[in-house]
């Protein structure tokens, strides 16, 4: 159980391309999802946290107006990536957890290496 | 705000060796996760302790929370290939975690 699927698994295009990655809980609701940022060789670091129904809380850094999280249901969140440049070129990872309470694990997607011309 | 440092960055071992990772916090932990990720593949949920002193095991993997809910290791006995990848803990504050920066185990050729 609790698995997420994360669309598409890469992305290349070019540069002011907008790009939308959809990450889906399979088989549970969500009432939270988490969208990390991951470079090579590094670790995650979380980029928003996104709560069904409400905005989307960002991490101090991340521009809103460039990285638009909605999460619509309690099954999908989806991250666009506005006029995407090539540094943000990344490997972007959802998570989400069953249980808003403490100790919940997060469930991963398989990510989605975007790449920037 | 709260921070949970990983040492080390990186382990070499020859397959066969042991191979432990650490975490320590300055402020008590609510509770410690450790994931794994392999090579160009997502984190996957490993195990979770909560109580002062909790130590568990899954096989050849033996994962301690410290006594002050400070620190923890994850220790694996007798390395095989398959446990290649990055170990991460994670502790939860405010509902995220807060992540450490991972240690990548590399079995000697």
């Known amino acids: 159980g609790a698995v997420v699927s994360q669309h598409p698994s890469w992305v290349i295009c070019k540069s002011g391309t907008s790009v939308k990655i959809e990450c889906r809980s399979l088989d549970f609701q969500a009432t939270t999802m988490f969208w990390y940022r991951q470079f090579p060789k590094q670790s995650l670091m979380l980029m928003a946290t996104s709560n069904e129904g409400s905005k989307a809380t960002y991490e101090q850094g991340v521009e809103k107006d460039k990285f638009l999280i909605n999460h619509a249901s309690l099954t999908l969140s989806t991250l666009t990536v506005t006029s995407a440049h090539p540094e943000d070129s990344s490997f972007y990872i959802c998570?989400?957890?069953?249980?808003?309470?403490?100790?919940?694990?997060?469930?991963f997607g398989d990510g989605t290496r975007l790449s920037i011309l | 705000g709260q921070q949970v440092m990983q040492i080390p960055q990186y382990q070499h071992v020859q397959e066969g060796e042991d191979f432990t990772t650490y975490c320590n916090s300055s402020?008590?932990?609510?509770?410690i996760q450790w994931y794994k990720q392999r090579p160009g593949g997502h984190p996957v949920f490993l195990i979770q302790?909560?109580?002062s002193g909790e130590v568990k095991k899954q096989k050849r993997l033996t994962f301690q929370f410290g006594e002050a809910k400070k620190n923890s290791s994850l220790h694996i006995t007798a390395t095989q290939t398959t446990d290649v990848g990055t170990y991460f803990c994670a502790s939860d504050s405010n509902y995220q975690l807060i992540w450490g920066a991972g240690t990548k185990l590399i079995i000697k050729p």
């Open positions: 302790l909560v109580k």
């Open positions: 402020t008590t932990l609510s509770n």
């Open positions: 998570s989400a957890r069953t249980d808003r309470a403490l100790g919940q694990p997060q469930h």
